[in-house]
């Protein structure tokens, strides 16, 4: 597995609470960041809903449930975890989550290659 | 007449709301029993419809047709496998042969007949009884007359005090006629009420303006002087009236059983036994026509244990009619009356406790047994608030408290001995209409019932006269809380509060955003239940622009997008097309954006045009070309206001009455961007042929000659439901005010994603209970409903126009942050000339995916993507 960390976009393009998408090696990658308190976190998980089958996780709606955050799909609202893809709803399907982090403005994430 | 050989016959004479309940029993019961139907069931009915509910007959005066009247269809019975006929009077019955003629001459066998002929109105033999403008009040005939002579009249009177005659002169008085009421007894309602009862309910009833004369025997009805007719009474006084109308009790339909040797009371009616098997043993009297234990029961109730009694006999079953409790809880002209028992007190060693309040015009009584330890009998009037509970202890004998008194007296801040829902032994009768009780409900929540809505549905409880609502709810509320399911109204993990608790804190604690809601009242982060719901209180109270920043992130995802999201992930437009009314020049609009997108155009239901396959980078593009043309936003992705539909009304229409257009199109543009709990659907008809079919939208308006008749709460749909009639009559001001009540009330009270059709429901005093806070502003809310309204189409806008003028907004609608690409797994084909979502199939053939293919498409034309 390679280190390489890649410039996804800058922080700026990502919205507080929700969800955005970028093309990454032909790949849709939805990132997400949410504000708890002072607390900021980065997502990055595949934008492909395996159950609804088609590229719309980014504005799928975020939220928490027993303090872990999620997104739900905006086409049947099925919920996934952000930090590991399991579907909250469906235990028959997961979605692959990317490493993520803010370096200098810039929007990271590790790919495997 | 050609029958299945293998199945009983069986003939109904009568099709009145017992007939009609025995034909549902027998079918019921034998599906119990026999696992289908093992009957041929005929029904002979001597009216010219269908059985329709006579207990609200009253309500044909305020605008209900004969049609919501009926309870059951020519259809309905096709499909129940029942034959039928009309205006088929049984005059001959051969108890030899089984068999029955009608007046045509046609013979029906039978193998058990059932005799279900009801009543007929008595009408006193006075000198004169039978001329044209004296008439009776039972069918929808009679009805009819009375509306006709209403119509030529100024003044009328109804002969008789009791139950009907003051149903019937609160009809007459609707109609606009100087109304009078003439009883023979001493007092009103002297069945049911004593005699102070009998005097506080004239008192009120003249309060009205209606003038009741007591203790009047009339002599006989001649010519009048001022108008059309003049009762002479035995004391000499005289009434002039234009019309009379006799509602002097019923006597039983007996006669055909009486010409054909089947026994008959010494006083009249079928005597039965506790099958309700008359002396014949394939013949059953059931409901008015029947005596029983010398009594004859002229309350739809004991007729319909009649009807369940009969049928089970027939299939084997056991249950029998054993007498019924006649109490009876009722709103005459508005006054509320209520009689349990022994509302005399005679019986041995009967005593009383009472209580009048004569500033407010209510009495109250109750009767104890001897042992003064039980409830058996009670009278109230002007306040029928403690019935529920009096009948309770009087049903289930439960031991009375230790100040029987303090069942009727007010209470002042303590909360009244009310008896709680646990009190009541599981054989507690709670609807005595549809026969449920307690335990029935318990049995419906085993069978997996959760609510009251499907309580309501699955045993018809409260569906009937509706007395029973408040007791149904707490006796569920109770049931749910014993079994752990608190009846917890949290609307998720991060609010301990109910929608409308938190309609309330946004309201009266000034909260602006999600943020400060959850800060203060909630914790975590929120989720899609929440904030949805957060974002349309806040919309509804504030109506601040929904993709602002403290909003943006609360919206489902068609409310961000403001377009309505589909399988494959691209979006469907909908324009606003108000009332269903559009120039040549924007249909051609419509025409070329969706040429120019290549959308695929469908009609909807709501009377507009649909454009579908929008890419979400597309949307503020074909919104710009579209607000260029003069439209705005449809709100077809929102929880708010959809659509009024209309026919084209008198503008147009040989039969229209008033412009039905104009009048949608001038409600879709108030209420438009009204975010509510659920979306809201409205229509307007021309006529009463309701061809906008607005008795299945949350508001409809159909058009009267003299104005507007409003319907609420109809949902068609998934769980159809008719729309309630509200108000009758109404100028464009007061429907205006009364629709802004209505809708008001429901986003302040309704739960989340309840439309209005479960909400109404659900409300505790229905429909009753909304008119009540809606038209009489029981709660004092009014005019802050109203007010709120006014804000939200004050505060109106487009909310396209807006989002694409925002450069903010504007950069919400991109595939990628990082690139200018669309997303190529979007790919359509197309079928009858548009396009359409490849399936997944084709999808996989065109990106040359090597997976089976399980059907091949044929010829599969691949549409470019831009």
């Not at chain 2, 049609?67 to 309905?76: G, K, P, V």
């Not at chain 2, 004593?194 to 004369?213: P, Q």
């Not at chain 2, 929880?639 to 229409?653: A, D, E, I, N, P």
């Not at chain 2, 009540?741 to 909400?759: G, H």
Request: glycine content about 8%; aromatic content about 8%.
């Amino acid at each position: 597995m390679s280190e390489n960390w890649i410039n996804v976009c800058t922080s700026s393009d990502l919205v507080d609470n929700s969800g955005i998408c970028a093309l990454v090696n032909d790949e849709q990658i939805a990132l997400f960041k949410i504000c708890q308190g002072e607390e900021q976190f980065i997502y990055a998980v595949s934008n492909w809903d395996p159950i609804g089958k088609a590229n719309v996780l980014y504005r799928g709606l975020v939220g928490s449930i027993m303090d872990e955050h999620f997104v739900a799909s905006p086409l049947y609202k099925q919920r996934f975890k952000l930090s590991s893809g399991e579907c909250v709803d469906d235990d028959s399907v997961k979605i692959t989550v990317y490493p993520a982090r803010i370096t200098d403005q810039q929007v990271q994430l590790q790919i495997v290659s | 007449m050609t029958t299945n050989e293998h199945l009983t016959r069986i003939v109904i004479v009568g099709n009145g709301m017992v007939g009609h309940h025995f034909v549902e029993q027998l079918i019921q019961q034998s599906n119990e029993v026999y696992g289908k139907n093992q009957f041929h069931i005929t029904v002979l009915s001597a009216e010219p419809r269908l059985a329709y509910d006579r207990v609200h007959l009253s309500e044909y005066f305020s605008g209900k047709t004969a049609d919501e009247l009926s309870l059951t269809s020519a259809e309905h019975y096709q499909e129940l496998g029942v034959d039928f006929q009309v205006n088929a009077r049984v005059d001959q019955i051969d108890k030899q042969a089984k068999m029955v003629t009608i007046e045509s001459g046609a013979v029906f066998e039978y193998d058990k007949l059932i005799l279900a002929t009801g009543s007929f109105p008595f009408v006193p033999p006075i000198p004169g009884n039978d001329q044209p403008h004296c008439l009776v009040y039972r069918t929808i005939e009679d009805l009819e007359a009375i509306s006709a002579s209403a119509k030529v009249s100024k003044v009328g009177v109804v002969v008789g005090g009791g139950l009907l005659g003051l149903e019937a002169a609160n009809a007459l008085k609707e109609a606009g006629l100087k109304t009078h009421v003439v009883e023979f007894a001493p007092q009103l309602m002297a069945v049911q009420v004593d005699v102070s009862g009998g005097r506080v309910l004239k008192d009120k009833i003249e309060e009205l303006g209606v003038e009741v004369h007591t203790q009047k025997a009339t002599q006989s009805i001649e010519a009048g002087e001022n108008s059309r007719y003049k009762m002479v009474f035995a004391d000499g006084e005289i009434l002039e009236t234009d019309m009379i109308l006799f509602s002097a009790g019923i006597r039983p339909q007996d006669k055909l059983a009486r010409e054909f040797g089947i026994v008959i009371g010494e006083r009249g009616g079928i005597v039965v036994n506790d099958h309700c098997l008359t002396s014949d043993p394939d013949i059953y009297a059931i409901g008015e026509c029947a005596l029983w234990n010398n009594f004859i029961f002229g309350l739809v109730a004991p007729g319909y244990t009649m009807a369940r009694a009969a049928a089970s006999n027939i299939v084997g079953g056991d249950v029998v009619f054993e007498g019924a409790d006649m109490s009876t809880k009722l709103k005459l002209m508005g006054v509320e009356v209520g009689s349990i028992g022994d509302a005399h007190a005679r019986e041995h060693g009967a005593q009383t406790y009472t209580y009048e309040d004569q500033v407010a015009g209510v009495y109250k009584k109750i009767v104890i047994n001897a042992e003064t330890n039980k409830l058996t009998g009670a009278v109230l009037v002007g306040d029928t608030g403690d019935y529920d509970t009096l009948l309770q202890y009087a049903l289930n004998e439960i031991d009375l408290p230790e100040f029987p008194e303090s069942l009727i007296l007010p209470s002042f801040g303590d909360a009244a001995p009310t008896l709680g829902a646990d009190a009541l032994p599981e054989t507690a009768m709670i609807c005595s209409c549809h026969n449920v009780t307690k335990g029935d409900i318990i049995a419906s929540l085993d069978g997996g019932a959760c609510d009251l809505a499907e309580i309501k549905s699955c045993t018809k409880a409260s569906t009937g006269c509706g007395g029973c609502a408040a007791l149904l709810k707490s006796v569920t509320d109770s049931e749910l809380e014993k079994r752990g399911v608190e009846v917890k109204k949290d609307i998720c993990e991060h609010f301990a509060y109910s929608r409308q608790e938190l309609y309330h804190m946004v309201q009266i604690g000034q909260i602006k955003t999600f943020d400060e809601l959850l800060s203060k009242h909630g914790s975590g982060i929120g989720c899609e239940v929440c904030k949805p719901a957060a974002a349309s209180i806040l919309a509804s109270i504030w109506n601040d622009f929904v993709l602002e920043k403290p909003h943006v992130t609360l919206q489902d995802t068609n409310d961000t997008y403001l377009a309505n999201m589909q399988k494959n992930g691209t979006y469907s437009v909908v324009p606003r097309i108000a009332g269903g009314e559009i120039t040549p020049d924007k249909l051609i609009v419509l025409g070329q954006v969706a040429k120019k997108y290549n959308l695929y155009t469908k009609v909807t239901g709501g009377q507009r045009i649909d454009l579908f396959g929008a890419r979400v980078e597309q949307l503020p593009l074909i919104w710009e070309e579209l607000i260029e043309a003069g439209f705005e936003t449809g709100h077809a992705y929102a929880k708010s206001l959809r659509t009024v539909k209309s026919c084209v009304g008198s503008t147009w229409c040989r039969y229209g009455v008033q412009d039905s257009v104009g009048q949608a199109i001038d409600l879709e543009n108030r209420y438009k961007g009204l975010r509510s709990p659920h979306k809201l659907k409205f229509a307007v008809s021309g006529c009463t042929r309701e061809c906008a079919e607005a008795q299945s939208k949350d508001i409809g308006v159909i058009a009267t000659e003299n104005g507007w008749n409003l319907y609420v709460c109809g949902n068609g749909g998934m769980k159809p439901r008719h729309a309630d009639l509200f108000a009758t009559d109404l100028d464009t001001e007061t429907l205006v005010k009364y629709i802004d009540r209505v809708l008001m009330f429901y986003v302040r009270t309704a739960d989340r994603l309840q439309r209005t059709s479960v909400w109404m429901e659900n409300m505790e005093g229905g429909l009753d209970y909304l008119k009540d806070v809606v038209i009489n502003d029981s709660l004092g809310l009014g005019a802050e409903l109203e007010q709120q309204m006014q804000h939200v189409v004050d505060t109106y806008q487009c909310e396209w126009k807006t989002a694409v003028t925002s450069e903010q907004s504007r950069k919400r609608f991109r595939q990628f942050v990082n690139s200018e690409k669309s997303d190529a797994n979007i790919i359509f084909v197309e079928e009858r000339d548009q396009i359409r979502p490849a399936t997944e199939i084709e999808i996989d053939q065109i990106l040359g995916v090597k997976k089976p293919v399980k059907a091949a498409a044929t010829s599969i034309n691949i549409v470019e993507v831009e």
